[in-house]
């Protein structure tokens, strides 16, 4: 595990905070949760805050205090009583071999003879032997051992793992708790970038900071020249797809999310603010010319929208679909919204 203490209560869940300081001073904390929420909007930095808050030796109020033995090695990420499990990167499953260190895990006794931790990110993303293998720790759970199980998707969850747990569903934040967060982590904001940034997210600040913090700039200003030449059939969908889909293919999502999302709000309210950046502005001009219902093409418009968003959580997910087919497929719609114009 990453070493980090984690002191800051994120604005949108002091209310689910409280909740969960309340079992906890009443004896009444679960043996396991099933934290939801969407993806990239505080759901791991929920669990391990709490997790250091419940291992915390001399904690301050309401959260660990930083300077006991166990802060500390929280601190450093070796704290011998908390365990984090996600995904293997490359399948995205959580596999049994993870399980099966987890079983020894709980097996093995507390370093200061209190409580266990486990957090588990993706819970949706169990394979079916590691899913079986888990449950059995979930029925007969030892006194000492708290699981925190993590979902963007709980519905895909399997039943009887879900069964077992007491579910707590975080709430989104709003643009105005996600943007003073963020100016908080980024003081120097320059033009609105932080706003674009969270918008280009999707209202999902965790992602927002790391484009704010990445070196992506260049990076979208290329997928976004690609997506434009796609738009005036410069290149063929297929040649972008096939160019970007096994290194860049959730960036290029993200950046076609984005545009479609302002495209449509500028088609419905005719504002050209909604236009961020100058391949975008050129693609609403190329959209505009052939369009005379605005309302028509806005509503095609977040119709592929709401395509892409499937699309995200299809690669998000622990299938393995053919992201190559699902971006030409994608890419060559995009192209129909402004051929139908010129027709």
């Keep these: 595990m990453s070493g980090a203490l984690i002191t800051d209560i994120l604005p949108w869940q002091q209310q689910a905070w409280q909740q969960m300081l309340?079992?906890?001073s009443s004896g009444q904390l679960p043996h396991a949760l099933l934290l939801s929420a969407g993806a990239d909007t505080g759901k791991r930095h929920f669990a391990l805050m709490l997790a250091q808050r419940i291992l915390c030796r001399s904690p301050k109020q309401d959260i660990p205090c930083g300077d006991c033995v166990a802060c500390k090695l929280s601190a450093a990420g070796n704290n011998p009583d908390l365990l984090l499990i996600t995904p293997e990167e490359k399948s995205k499953f959580i596999k049994v071999d993870q399980i099966r260190e987890l079983k020894k895990y709980i097996e093995t006794s507390s370093h200061a003879l209190g409580k266990r931790i486990i957090v588990l990110d993706a819970a949706e993303n169990l394979n079916a032997n590691g899913a079986n293998a888990l449950l059995k720790s979930l029925e007969e759970p030892p006194a000492d051992v708290l699981f925190l199980l993590l979902s963007d998707r709980p519905r895909s969850v399997l039943a009887t793992i879900a069964?077992?747990?007491?579910?707590?569903?975080?709430?989104?934040?709003?643009?105005?708790?996600?943007?003073?967060?963020?100016?908080?982590?980024?003081?120097q904001d320059a033009g609105g970038t932080l706003e674009y940034a969270l918008d280009y997210s999707q209202g999902r600040p965790m992602a927002a900071l790391r484009i704010l913090g990445s070196e992506q700039s260049e990076e979208q200003t290329e997928i976004g020249m690609a997506l434009l030449k796609t738009l005036q059939q410069e290149e063929l969908a297929t040649r972008t797809a096939g160019r970007y889909y096994k290194t860049h293919g959730v960036e290029l999502l993200e950046t076609l999310a984005y545009w479609l999302n302002s495209l449509a709000k500028f088609q419905l309210t005719g504002n050209r603010l909604m236009l961020k950046g100058e391949t975008l502005q050129q693609a609403a001009n190329l959209l505009d010319s052939g369009h005379r219902d605005r309302q028509d093409l806005a509503r095609r418009m977040l119709q592929l929208y709401q395509q892409v968003s499937l699309a995200q959580m299809q690669l998000s997910g622990a299938g393995n679909p053919n992201v190559q087919l699902l971006l030409e497929d994608l890419l060559l719609q995009l192209q129909s919204l402004a051929a139908s114009g010129r027709r």
């Excluded at 934040?173 to 003081?187: G, H, N, R």
């Design 22 to 24: 309340a079992q906890l």
């Design 163 to 187: 069964s077992r747990c007491v579910a707590l569903k975080l709430p989104m934040p709003d643009k105005v708790q996600a943007l003073s967060w963020l100016k908080k982590q980024v003081p």
